[in-house]
């Protein structure tokens, strides 16, 4: 395995160690290509793996630059960012020291909900950017959770031991103690076996499923200060939350022709008109609805 190229065995630790998806894998071998092309041209000889450790902020600076002036967008020269990181922390091993340079900044007041592809790479950042490989498939997990399942963060940090093993849907315990099953995404389910596969302890029954750094149960604001350091690396707006992951799951299924009464269900929501407010609905399309699906209503929604 030594004698493959250092981008190849990146994207081989992206799948083996990160379990990243084949997308993800194959745009940051992509970028990690991109970059010792750059930087062989920009130092003017053969970059060694050993030599990565004294990439500076200038060099990444000259770097986002040369892609910008490729046509990149704010947005994408962002993510590039983020898998330069990632490249350079494998390349140099956990204690490298990675030069610090804030990501271009992306137009303020993006919509509600945030893109798929803002959501993938929030949660990609967040997860780059761990302290151990344990906690950045739990945070890899959480998120995923949180956009593909449409959980409250409360919910997903509540979980147990008692979830596994896990099946195509997943029992939760939202408000007032209402349980809910809702279904499990193959993506979500294997991003959760592999947190649960790496994490160091225990997984019993009654035990908490995601694990704070010490081992006690996850504490939410642990998950909210990941995605505010994420947000701000990629110049993504301050509503980019945890909580805007589950209003985008509601909103993209909204848009793909869920219908409302299920959405419902899958949201936990005690009325309809809460999950109104979650899709974004304006209330007069939420009548269009209604009465569509009930021709009598007409009388009553007056």
């Known amino acids: 395995m030594t004698d493959l190229p250092l981008p190849r065995r990146f994207a081989e630790h992206l799948g083996r160690d ?28 053969p970059v060694a793996q050993d030599a990565l450790v004294k990439v500076s902020a200038a060099d990444l600076r000259a770097y986002l630059a040369h892609r910008r002036g490729e046509g990149l967008s704010n947005a994408s020269a962002a993510r590039e960012l983020s898998a330069v990181r990632a ?15 804030r990501g271009p900044k992306v137009k303020k007041g993006l919509p509600r909900p945030i893109a798929p592809h803002e959501a993938v790479a929030l949660a990609e950042w967040a997860s780059d950017e761990a302290s151990e490989p344990w906690i950045a498939a739990r945070d890899w997990a959480v998120l995923l959770l949180l956009y593909g399942a449409g959980l409250r963060i409360g919910e997903a940090v509540a979980l147990t031991g008692a979830a596994l093993p896990l099946g195509s849907t997943l029992r939760v315990t939202g408000k007032r103690d209402k349980t809910r099953d809702v279904p499990l995404l193959p993506e979500v389910r294997t991003a959760i076996e592999a947190y649960v596969e790496a994490c160091p302890w225990g ?16 504490p939410p604001g642990a998950i909210r200060k990941a995605v505010r350091s994420a947000r701000t690396s990629l110049g993504l707006s301050d509503r980019t939350t945890p909580h805007a992951l589950r209003h985008s799951f509601a909103t993209h299924l909204l848009g793909r022709g869920a219908d409302l009464r299920a959405l419902q269900e899958l949201l936990g929501h005690a009325s309809l008109s809460s999950t109104q407010v979650y899709t974004g609905v304006d209330a007069a399309h939420l009548l269009d609805v209604y009465r569509a699906a009930h021709p009598r209503a007409s009388s009553r929604a007056g």
Request: hydrophobic content about 40%; glycine content about 16%; proline content about 5%.
């Open 18 to 45: 990160r379990r990243r998806s084949v997308h993800t894998i194959r745009a940051y071998e992509a970028t990690a290509i991109r970059l010792l092309g750059f930087l062989q041209g920009h130092w003017g000889g």
């Open 87 to 101: 490249f350079l922390k494998f390349a140099g091993g956990d204690d490298a020291q990675l030069p610090r340079l």
């Open 203 to 218: 997984t019993g029954r009654d035990l908490p499923l995601f694990r704070g750094a010490r081992g006690g149960p996850l």
